[in-house]
């Protein structure tokens, strides 16, 4: 990859994560001309200095890299693989770097119909929430060729720390589900905690701080725990993506023929955050699940 200011990168999907990473490729000197089918999320760029485009196929005819930030798999099937879209519309050589959280043989079958159209292809989700894509701190975990990681790489420091190359096509995704599970799981035990502390009539915010410190410790018992006991669930994270999330990890274990019950647990918690009314809202609403679950409604 040559310098920054002469390599033209495409953005789709500019939401709660797109929007900072592009901002951070803005910062490091690329010209980053981005689209998104929501206009205040385009009017946010423009501001940060990007260059909107009207379209997918404007962004892919004049990008050398593109790099998608979507919701979920029809998302990108549609955005890269569909009629006006990226594989539609790619120079020859264009490198593809899809960051969003899909389901793994999504990412299989879009790096097999990029690599037919001459286009290089990755799949590259990511942890560590809004902070760390504002702070350019990502961890990324990459599936796909050793050399079309080689070449990413320069691009994907700009937005992270932690950078793997994990293995080929949709091991990325793979590595990311086993992510989720784990992400789901502590925050359903950061939540018990939290009810057991306050229905013991001890202060849940001194009691955390005491975990935070220990063995029990963990970057989202370090980030979240004011908020949690605050009860303050903006997102962040939508529970609507997470319940996302562990169906895919599911489908993953039904595909590898491995049982994780802890897994199931934590998908039918976040199932019930759903269907309570809390998807739009951070997932570590969890909390209020299980309150209600001791019949503990907040008052905070
Ligand atoms: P988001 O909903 O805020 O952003 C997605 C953006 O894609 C939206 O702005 C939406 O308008 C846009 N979009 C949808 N369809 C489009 C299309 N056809 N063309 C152009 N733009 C389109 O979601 P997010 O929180 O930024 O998450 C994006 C991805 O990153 C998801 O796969 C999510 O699972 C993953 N992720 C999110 C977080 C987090 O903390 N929010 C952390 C890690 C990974």
Known sequence: MTEPASTPIGFIGLGIMGGPMAANLLKAGYPVVGYDVVPAALEKFTAAGGKAADSVAAVAAESDVVITMLPDSPFVEEVVLGSGGVLEHAKPGLLLIDMSTIRPDTSVAVGTEAASRGVRALDAPVSGGEKGAIDGVLSIMVGGEEEVFAAALPVLEVLGKTIVHVGPAGAGQTVKAANQLVVGGTYALVAEAIVLLEASGVDAGRGLDVLAGGLAGS?????K????????????????????????????????????????????????????????????????????????????
């Open 219 to 223: 970057r989202i018992l370090e980030l």
């Open 225 to 300: 725990r004011e908020s949690m006991v605050a009860r303050q669930f903006a997102p962040g994270f939508r529970i609507d993506l997470h319940h996302k999330d562990m169906g895919i990890a599911i489908a993953a274990a039904r595909e590898a023929g491995v049982a994780l019950p802890m897994t199931g647990l934590v998908a039918q918690l976040i199932a019930s955050a759903r269907a309570q009314g809390y998807g739009s809202l951070d997932h570590s609403v969890l909390l209020k699940v299980l309150e209600n679950l001791s019949g503990r409604a907040s008052t905070a």
